[in-house]
Each structure stands twice: as C-alpha cells, then as structure tokens.
C-alpha cells in the first residue's frame, strides 16, 4: 500500500467512525457538499464518494460551489477538476463581495458577515438542487480550536456540532471530518495534488490571528500531551452538566 492510500484509508476510517458514531448519513439522502477550493472540502468530497461506492445504504452526492464574487477566485480550477473527477456539480456566482460592502455596519465582522451570507446562499442552493444535507469540511482542528477561542474569548463552552438542523429548519448540516487532524489532510492534499484556490477576499489571512494562537497553543502543549487533540474532542461527547456552572447543584438547595 503506498503513503497516499495509507492516508487516505486513515481518513477513511475516521470518517466512517464520525458517521457511524452521530447517525450522518442515511438511506436516500441527496448531500450537498459545500467546495471552496480549500483542501478540506476536496478532502471531504473525495472521501464521501470512496465510501459512497461501497455503503450499504444508497445516497446521493452534488458538489457545490459558492463564487463571492471576489476578483481574482480562480473557480475554473474548481470546475475543471470537479468535471474531470466525474463529480457531479453546481457552481453559484454571487455578489457577496458588493453586498458585504454595501451592508458591512461597523464593528461587525467582515468574516461573520461574509459566513453568513456564503450560509445562506449555501441553504438556497442545496434547496433548489433538491438535497436535505449539506456536508461541511470542518475538521478535528477546527473543532477544538473553536472551543478555546470560544472560552477565551467569549466566555462560553461551544464548538461546533457534528450534525444539526440548519437555521433555515429544512436542511442538515453534517461535518464528517469532526475525527481528522488537520495534518492527515495537509499530507493527502499535497499527495493527490488537489488543486488549491484561494478566496481572494480582501481580509484573507489577516483575520484569523487568534484561531492560529490557538493552533500554536494546542501544538505546543501536544510536546508534553502527545493526546491532547483526541482528548479534547473526546470532551466534546463527554459533557458532564452536574460539573459546570450551568444552574444544576451537585444537591439539590434547602429552601428556608
Ligand atoms: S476569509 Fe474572506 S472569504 Fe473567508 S470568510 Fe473571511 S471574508 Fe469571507
């Protein structure tokens, strides 16, 4: 077996265990897989369509594309390779960048503002195209990142969720790659040459700072925890209300 298959039975198998373990995808479903052109969706689309040809249940997957608008999105790369690779595809050109311009109220977030948007257009184009799920890429990093950041920066406990009802209530949102490292999908990136494009939004690598302090934080301490990424996503299943200052007392308070 050579190192690309190795990596990508890996994932593989960390995929089939996520979807195994949060009920992902069942008989007749018709996914939407959102593609940005990064490694993690092209990851996630071609794992899907391995494990697609040999699950016992039968579901259906449609690639799809949301253009900003940003000048300079090269989404023929994107095109082009979804067409050789047989997938069958959608792409979307939107004006998200003039919208964000026109709309952008200050002291919000150009990001949020931007994901928002990209969701939205995501759910309009998943109902059109007739799909009741919509795969996302995020993967084990993102997850765990997301649950500092949230804790040190907003004083909550919150991630993410593997699987949940969109804001719309009519579609699933799934994130089978919720058990694969980062680094498993940088290595099978590279190894099947996937053809990388950037956003090309204006705020592109300038607003992330404190998501790649958390990545720094977490390599470093991985030195001394070499399980710190699976123990962490581990807490994730393993909430214990009793223990958290949520309102339940460990006994129960002795009115006078
Ligand atoms: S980095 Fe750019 S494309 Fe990505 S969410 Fe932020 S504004 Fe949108």
């Given at each position: 077996?050579?190192?690309?298959?190795?990596?990508?039975?890996?994932?593989?198998?960390?995929?089939?265990?996520?979807?195994?373990?949060?009920?992902?995808?069942?008989?007749?479903?018709?996914?939407?897989?959102?593609?940005?052109?990064?490694?993690?969706?092209?990851?996630?689309?071609?794992?899907?369509?391995?494990?697609?040809?040999?699950?016992?249940?039968?579901?259906?997957?449609?690639?799809?594309?949301?253009?900003?608008?940003?000048?300079?999105?090269?989404?023929?790369?994107?095109?082009?390779?979804?067409?050789?690779?047989?997938?069958?595809?959608?792409?979307?050109?939107?004006?998200?960048?003039?919208?964000?311009?026109?709309?952008?109220?200050?002291?919000?977030?150009?990001?949020?503002?931007?994901?928002?948007?990209?969701?939205?257009?995501?759910?309009?184009?998943?109902?059109?195209?007739?799909?009741?799920?919509?795969?996302?890429?995020?993967?084990?990093?993102?997850?765990?990142?997301?649950?500092?950041l949230?804790?040190?920066?907003?004083?909550?406990?919150?991630?993410?969720?593997?699987?949940?009802?969109a804001?719309?209530?009519?579609?699933?949102?799934?994130?089978?790659?919720?058990?694969?490292?980062?680094?498993?999908?940088?290595?099978?990136?590279?190894?099947?040459?996937?053809?990388?494009?950037?956003?090309?939004?204006?705020?592109?690598?300038?607003?992330?700072?404190?998501?790649?302090r958390?990545?720094?934080?977490?390599?470093?301490?991985?030195?001394?925890?070499?399980?710190?990424?699976?123990?962490?996503?581990?807490?994730?299943?393993?909430?214990?209300?009793r223990?958290?200052?949520?309102?339940?007392?460990?006994?129960?308070?002795?009115?006078k």
């Open positions: 077996m050579t190192g690309t298959q190795k990596i990508f039975k890996r994932i593989q198998k960390d995929v089939g265990r996520a979807i195994a373990d949060f009920g992902l995808i069942e008989e007749g479903d018709r996914i939407a897989v959102g593609i940005s052109g990064g490694k993690d969706s092209y990851t996630l689309l071609q794992i899907l369509e391995a494990l697609r040809k040999k699950a016992p249940v039968r579901f259906e997957l449609i690639a799809i594309n949301v253009d900003p608008g940003f000048s300079g999105y090269r989404k023929d790369l994107i095109a082009a390779y979804l067409h050789r690779q047989g997938f069958r595809y959608h792409m979307e050109t939107t004006r998200s960048d003039e919208i964000i311009e026109e709309n952008l109220r200050p002291g919000t977030s150009y990001c949020a503002f931007c994901s928002r948007l990209r969701r939205g257009f995501l759910y309009t184009l998943a109902e059109r195209l007739e799909c009741n799920k919509i795969a996302l890429g995020h993967h084990l990093d993102d997850f765990i990142e997301t649950l500092l949230n804790q040190f920066f907003s004083g909550k406990l919150a991630a993410m969720s593997a699987k949940m009802l804001d719309n209530g009519k579609h699933t949102v799934i994130r089978p790659l919720v058990y694969v490292k980062e680094a498993d999908i940088v290595t099978l990136s590279q190894a099947m040459n996937f053809p990388i494009v950037h956003c090309a939004c204006p705020v592109a690598g300038k607003t992330d700072r404190n998501r790649q958390m990545k720094q934080l977490i390599a470093s301490l991985e030195v001394d925890i070499p399980n710190i990424r699976h123990s962490m996503i581990n807490a994730l299943k393993n909430v214990q209300p223990y958290l200052l949520t309102g339940q007392t460990e006994h129960p308070v002795q009115e």
